[in-house]
């Protein structure tokens, strides 16, 4: 072994080259001793050897391999193979947590090595070179004591060179190329050494010692005994490793070259600061360090506020300043300091200013303005005691709920915003996002408070009866702690995280309907009804207000375009059908447009508008007085309806004909309604001797009950009398008085239930020119509310009892040729024609009932 060691030291631990020397002493030795690989091991007689069990390694042939030997009975393997001057078998461990392991516990095949030089270690341990030879299968155990030992049979591969190991030892040779350029804990002479093997075996068991591989895997080559599937498998592994390490490689890059760029802006950084320390400048970030926290010294927060403030300026300044979490502390910090947190408007408390500023701006309203009055006054006398008032202005669209929100804080001398409700569904809007999300920002609370730059505006919240909720959760939930005077002085939003005083916001709410609020939340509103307006306050709304703004909008004068009274009135009457003045306003902005259209053309223009001239400016009426001219007629009666908009007049149309006894509901009638009219029926059923209808059967009646414009919905139970009414027309032949109208809840037993909106409904009996309403007596509190121009323009009849009803609104029977009255219709007779169509209601709803 003096060649062996003679290159070991002049090489050192670079081992390839080493093995290349090595191979060419043992490839002499094997000439004349070839055994094929199909040969019958169990006929040789093989030969004994020493084993040396290894619990993580395995030796190829052929190669160079230090070995560390800490177990005594693998040194005296080794020291015997030495003194007797034999080979030696390493064979590879199955378990390599085996301590002391038998001949189970060891692969069948391992390589036959000669020991070259064997070296004892200070701390007891023995390291051995060895020197592999060929592979040997174990046959079977001899002696465990004092070593294993084992006779086996030396074990020789096919080592044909053709075209296909050729190929193959070039492609393999190629990727360990790449492999080697990539893996830095291979040597480049590790690629050399590959190049000088001629054979494909040889090469195959250096690379199998070279690359990093798995004891099974290398085990599983060293039982390959044939060198082509050998070269084979570890092109699978080169390319697999290969794969690895590209993406190992392009994954370095990028960290790389994002730490390269960072460093190097930090050193120019560092650079432009000592630049900038020599000539005296400051640093930018420094200076706005600085000016930062002499806004928060100036913004006046409150104590709690200016700890958590002084917290996240701290964590501010610590952090560099391209890190990802400086501008969302910065951002912080400027909401923080932006917000009012001190500053104030002075209120303006003179009454009659006030009084003077809501008469010019709104013309009736006396419930509103006198609550208004009355705040003023009593802030005036107590205003360190007095929380603000959570108003909720609740009326049909277009009555002036919004601006009025704009003509009360003028009065009071507050900043008005607002806020629009309507379509609202995540509770993150009221209370904004937690800093954690990206983008995230407060609420519309603190945003609108923000806008108003001052602690005490007058908050407006529009349209809170158009909440909405879905699985983001409940926006009105999040309102309770917001208008209510006893939580709202400490709000919590979920990104300022500290608590905001609104104890001296005056909020205000608006709503079309009451229903779809929550009660929490209703019982925190202070809730002030607008009534929906008569044509008289129209007419006076239209001169003092819409008309000098429209003019003016138009570019138009006072001289150029005037209306008369009378062309109001049929604007109002004709061409609008509402509670408010939203499209009264629309009508004349369109007489406006027409008229400087002509004055901008240069023609004749029309300098006062008459009722003659709004039908030529706005064309065939819309809406027609469809009552007053109208016969009374069998069958037909006059309901009152409610709805959003306001109050509604409709028609119950009842047909009488031969059938079996069935009745029909069309008209779109809810269940509600269906019942109310299921009522009429056995009511009007059970007092037939009463009414004249004791000859009548029943059950050969088939009964028709519609309502007209069956494509809105309609329900409620204040339309039982007026079917109890139709119905008892129909079936006794009396008419029905076409200028009356009805409203109220039947019972069986005939009584007259109170209802709702009896001051809409009777508003809109009065733009409809109805002269009486019957209504129930126990609603007779309601006209309290009722304008007393309507009251006094109408003849208003409270009754407790259906058959006073019946007494007022029928007439007597019309003689007939005939003593048979004509009370039932022929089915196959073409059924009498409807007198009118009901006017269509604004809005495009109404809903008979509450």
Known sequence: MDELEYERTRIGPEWPLLNLLARRRTGRAREGRRIGIGHDLESLEGNEYPVLPLPDTVVFPNLVTPLFLSRDRSARAVEAAEA??????????????????????????????????????????????????????????????????????????????????EALMRAVLALFEKVVDLNPNLPEDAYVAAMNEKEPGSLADLLAHVLDLETPQRQELLETLDANVRLQQLSIILGQELDVLELEDRIQTQVQQEVDKTQREYYLREQMRAIQTELGEEDENQRELGDLRQKLIQAGLPEAVRLKAEKEMSRLAQMPPMSPETTVIRNYLDWLIDLPWTVATEDNLDIKRAAAVLEQNHYGLPKVKERILEHIAVRKLAREKMKSPIL??????????????????????RKFVRLSLGGVRDEAEIRGHRRTYIGSLPGRILQTMHTAGSVNPLFMLDEIDKLGMDF????????????????????????????????????????????????????????????????????????????????????????????SVEALRTIVREYTYEAGVRNLERNI?????????????????????????????????????????????????????????????????????????ALTLTGQIGEVMQESAQAALTYARSHAEEFGLQELDFDKLDLHIHVPEGAIPKDGPSAGVTMAAALISALSARPIRHDLAMTG????????????????????????HIKTVIFPKRNEKDLADVPRDVQRDLELVPVERMDEIIGRALLEAQP?????????????????????????????AAAAGE
């Open 84 to 165: 007797m001057e034999v080979p030696l078998l390493v064979v590879a461990q199955r378990d390599p947590q085996v301590l002391d392991p038998d001949l189970s516990d060891l692969y069948t095949i391992g390589t036959v090595v000669e020991v070259g030089r064997v070296l004892h270690m200070p701390d007891g341990s023995t390291t051995a070179l060895v020197q592999g030879i060929e592979r040997a299968r174990i046959l079977e155990l001899i002696d465990t004591e004092p070593y294993l030992r084992v006779r086996g049979v030396p074990l020789y591969e096919d080592e044909r060179h053709d075209m296909a190991s």
């Open 472 to 563: 983001r959760g409940d926006p009105s939930s999040a309102l309770l702690e917001v208008l209510d005077p006893e939580q709202n002085h400490a709000f919590s939003d979920h990104y300022l995280e500290v608590p905001y005083d609104l104890s001296r916001v005056m909020f205000i709410t608006t709503a079309n309907i009451l229903d779809p609020i929550p009660p929490a939340l209703r019982d925190r509103l202070e809730v002030i009804d607008f009534p929906g307006y008569v044509e008289e306050e129209k007419l006076a709304i239209a001169r003092q207000f819409l008309i000098p703004r429209q003019v003016e909008a138009h570019g138009l004068t006072a001289r150029q375009l005037q209306f």
């Open 392 to 413: 909720c202005f609740v009326g049909p669209p277009g009555t002036g709920k919004t601006s009025l929100g704009r003509s009360i804080a003028e009065a009071l001398g």
């Open 589 to 661: 902005a369109n007489i406006c447009r027409k008229t400087a259209r002509r004055i901008a053309e240069n023609k004749r223009s029309i300098h006062r508008i008459t009722p003659r001239q709004v039908n030529r400016l706005l064309g065939p009426p819309q809406y027609s007085e469809w009552l007053a001219n109208e016969q009374d007629e069998v069958g037909v009666a006059n309901g009152l309806a409610w709805s959003e908009a306001g109050g509604d007049v409709m028609q119950v149309e009842v047909s009488a004909m031969e059938g079996k006894g």
């Open 816 to 844: 007939v040729r005939s003593r048979a009255r004509p009370r039932v219709q022929r089915s196959r007779k073409k059924a009498a024609e409807p007198a009118a169509d009901v006017a269509p209601p604004h809005d495009g």
């Open 745 to 768: 809840e039947i019972t069986l037993r005939g009584r007259v239930l109170p209802i709702g909106g009896l001051k809409e409904k009777l508003m809109a009996a009065h733009r409809m």
